[in-house]
Every structure is written in structure tokens, then in C-alpha cells.
Nanobody
Framework: EVQLVESGGGWVQAGESLTLSCTAS????????IAWFRQASGKEREGVLC????????YYEDSAQGRFTISAENAKNTVYLRMSSLKPEDTAVYYC?????????????????WGQGTQVTVSS
């Protein structure tokens, strides 16, 4: 059974940093495209960025560029989303999604697998 589990969410003040984790089981992340999405209350789900199998980052959300970075730790089958200089508008549930064929398919359509999400709240 494929499972993605996000963790690391929480409450922070504006300007602070937070690192989210996404750990996969039943599936190896080595050759997958890994994306982070978020959904704020009352808003549409939106893509933040995608990490290609060659470990390039594609940003879907302009405001994330320069503040959010993604990295992978293959030995732990885990990816990390490091978020810095957080703003109140970053408040959302963040989801890790994985595309098994290794293709970043944009910031709209659902990827092959996804987790249950982790809440990030940024206060002003």
C-alpha cells in the first residue's frame, strides 16, 4: 500500500520558518516527481512547487520562489519543504503529492498519490 505522510506543520509568526516533511511508504521517491500543494480555507487547492527526478525545482506559486526550497533524503524516502519568511497568506493545509511517472504535471491536476495534509498557520 502506497502511503504519503506529511508532518511538521504548526503555528508560527510572520517572518519565521518552518520545515515540512513528506515520508513515503510502499513506494520509492527516487524516480518520482514530488509536488507540494496547499489549500487555504475557502480557496481552491493550488500548486506550490514540484521537484523533478533530476532534482530541479519548478515553482508554480510565484511567491514561493526565493522563500521555499525542497530537498530529498533518499535513505529516509522523505522530502522536505523548507519555508522561510512566512507570511499570513501562506496559511493553508499543505499536501505532498507524487507523480509516479516522474513528470511534474503542473499545479492544478491531482498527482498519482497524495497525503492527508498538514496545517500551517502564520499569524501577523
Amino acid at each position: 500500500e502506497v502511503q504519503l505522510v506529511e508532518s511538521g506543520g504548526g503555528w508560527v509568526q510572520a517572518g519565521e520558518s518552518l520545515t515540512l516533511s513528506c515520508t513515503a511508504s510502499g513506494f520509492t521517491l527516487d524516480d518520482a516527481a514530488i509536488a507540494w500543494f496547499r489549500q487555504a480555507s475557502g480557496k481552491e487547492r493550488e500548486g506550490v512547487l514540484c521537484y523533478t527526478p533530476s532534482r530541479l525545482t519548478i515553482y508554480y506559486e510565484d511567491s514561493a520562489q526565493g522563500r521555499f526550497t525542497i530537498s530529498a533524503e533518499n535513505a529516509k524516502n522523505t522530502v522536505y519543504l523548507r519555508m522561510s519568511s512566512l507570511k499570513p497568506e501562506d496559511t493553508a493545509v499543505y499536501y505532498c503529492e507524487v507523480q509516479a511517472d516522474g513528470v511534474c504535471t503542473g499545479g492544478t491536476r491531482r498527482y498519482t498519490y497524495w497525503g492527508q495534509g498538514t496545517q500551517v498557520t502564520v499569524s501577523s
